[in-house]
């Protein structure tokens, strides 16, 4: 069910595939990474702000082998504790956010230090700088490569910086 024009290599499944604990996913759309996460991933607090995906989403969640939670919050507020979670995902979401830097921020906020962000997002003219925008959120970028010839995607892991 993953999307062939992310994970043309299988970079994106792997780089799930490091995750390990709790885990919260901003952007799940309809699902399509619920089945990818590892035995280790022992949860997934799964967001998406647009309804329509949100709902095939929770049929997916149903069919997980990883209990998952899709929930319907701002992703600008999440409603998890602070330092409550050991890995994070940020999947095609931050160019639909009006204020990108606020939600890394708010995931900086519920990922302890130490923790893993796993991410896919566009880049390029009005998507704004995925990497510049982690930076300031919160994270230090370790690996990063532009996903497609036009370098229109960007993939990357990055580490919950010290507070």
């Known amino acids: 069910m993953t999307d062939p024009r992310l994970d043309e290599d299988g970079s994106w499944c792997r780089a799930l595939a490091r995750l390990s604990g709790e885990v919260v996913e901003l952007g799940c759309h309809d699902g399509r990474n619920f089945e990818l996460y590892s035995p280790a991933v022992t949860g997934v607090h799964a967001f998406e702000p647009d309804p329509s995906p949100r709902h095939r989403a929770r049929a997916a969640a149903a069919w997980a082998a990883t209990p998952v939670w899709v929930r319907d919050d701002p992703v600008e507020a999440l409603p998890l504790d602070t330092a409550s979670i050991d890995g994070a995902v940020l999947h095609l979401l931050l160019s639909r956010r009006p204020e990108p830097t606020a939600v890394v921020a708010e995931l900086a906020r519920v990922v302890r230090v130490g923790g893993t962000l796993v ?3 566009p880049a390029g003219p009005g998507n704004g700088d995925p990497l510049a925008i982690v930076r300031c959120g919160g ?17 990357g892991s990055a580490t919950r910086a010290t507070r």
């Open 139 to 155: 994270f230090t970028v370790d690996t990063w490569r532009a996903q497609d010839p036009a370098g229109l995607r960007v993939l």
């Open 119 to 121: 991410f896919a997002e």
